[in-house]
Structure formats: C-alpha cells, structure tokens
C-alpha cells in the first residue's frame, strides 16, 4: 500500500518559499569563551530538534574567529536567505561592523516577508548575554520575556549547556522559531522579490542604532574647606 503524505510542515513549507536556513545567528567574534560555546552549542542543539521536521538549517559563522577575517558577500547571501535572525548581543555587538550591518539587513527585509496583519511580529529573536546593559531603542522594542535567558548561564562554567537548564531553554527558544516559521511559511514570494532582497542585502551598511539619552552628570558636593595649618603641625 502507498504512503500517504502527510501535509508540509512549517520547515518544508518555508523552504517551499525559497528560505535556505530557517535561522541565521549574528554574534560578534569579541566574545568570552563561555559565550563562544554558547553559540556553537545552541546552534547545534537548535538542529537536532529540527530533526523531528525533516532537518533544517541553523547558519553559524565561524569563520568571524580567524584573524584578518572579512565579511563576505556570501554571508550577506546567507543572511538574506535565512528566515529568522538569533542576535546575541553583548557591548561589543554594537562595536562590530559586519553584526550592525547584519542587524540592518534583517531589519530592511523583515517588513516585506511578514505577514501584514501581524503588526507586532519580527524576525528577530535578541538575547542578552550580559547584565545591566543599555540597550538602543530598536533592541528594546523587541525584548521578549525570554531575552535574558542565557545572561545566569554564562556565570555558571564554561560549559552553559551543561547547566540543569539548557534543554528547557533550547525547547523554548525552539517553540518561539517554530512560531514565527509559521507566519513566514504564509506569505508567498515571487522570485523577483527574492532578487530585490539580494540586491539590497549586498548593498545594505552598518545599522545607526538610536541610544537612550544619558543622564546630566551630577556636579559634586563642595570640598569642605579644611582649617590652616599651624607650622608646627597644629590646626589653627
């Protein structure tokens, strides 16, 4: 007897819509090493659950770690090509070209793939990797509950994934890409749509982040002026 197929799920599905990665992970190589296994591990267990839909690809750079590293128009390819965006943001991740123009890139596409009536949808998915960081409006607006999951993790070892923790977090991090999937896989796109992005996404600069206005410095308390002294020692 034939299989019966069932229908394409949402991985297929956006691979359908001519998406080659389901999530592309912007990182800056000026990152601790705790942070450096993160990333490499999330972006591995992010793939092993895809597994259950087919298998589907999670875009890691790890090229950025080599000295005298450029960023290629192969990567703005990738990204371009990638339907949703993991940012991992630590001070340096606004200090690197290739991560700010990586952040305008996804910001300039975004509009046209989500669908219209999701008004407060994105196709990022920020995480704060440290503490008490200012952050720019753009970054706020899109903070989640979930944004600081990892921050705890990198003080536990060098290992996060070996936290009690890591593989609840993964799954939920998981259910928040699946979600968005879902949106993208409902909005069909013409091929000449795709050639427009690609244009752009090869063309796109560094992203002008805007900054919270820092507070006026507050003026010291006058010195309290001290009694002249006598030449002997002596206050006068």
């Keep these: 007897m034939a299989i019966t197929n069932p229908p394409p799920n949402c991985i297929e599905r956006i691979h359908e819509c001519g998406y080659e990665s389901c999530v592309f992970i912007s990182w800056p190589h000026m990152i601790r090493k705790s942070a450096r296994a993160l990333v490499e591990d999330l972006a591995r267990d992010l793939e092993d659950r895809f597994r259950d839909y087919g298998g589907a690809k999670v875009f890691l750079d790890r090229m950025r770690l080599q000295q005298g590293y450029e960023w290629e128009p192969v990567l703005r390819q990738n990204l371009c090509r990638s339907a949703i965006t993991i940012v ?3 001070n340096s991740y606004f200090k690197s070209e290739y991560c700010c123009t990586e952040w305008a890139i996804t910001e300039g596409l975004q509009d046209g793939r989500l669908p219209r009536d999701e008004k407060a949808a994105t196709c990022f998915l920020p995480f704060v990797l440290q503490k008490n960081m200012t952050l720019p409006d753009e970054v706020r607006r899109i903070q989640h509950e979930d944004s600081e999951f990892f921050a705890p993790l990198l003080v536990y070892s060098r290992r996060p994934s070996e936290h009690d923790s890591w593989g609840q977090i993964v799954e939920k991090i998981h259910d928040r890409i699946v979600a968005v999937l879902e949106m993208l896989s409902r909005v069909q796109r013409p091929s000449e749509d795709w050639e427009g992005d690609e244009r752009f996404a090869q063309a796109a600069g560094p992203k002008q982040f805007t900054w919270p206005k820092m507070p ?12 002249p002294m006598m030449p002997d020692g002596s206050k006068a």
């Design 88 to 90: 991992l943001l630590v």
């Design 216 to 227: 006026e410095p507050t003026p010291a308390r006058p010195r309290r002026s001290l009694p």
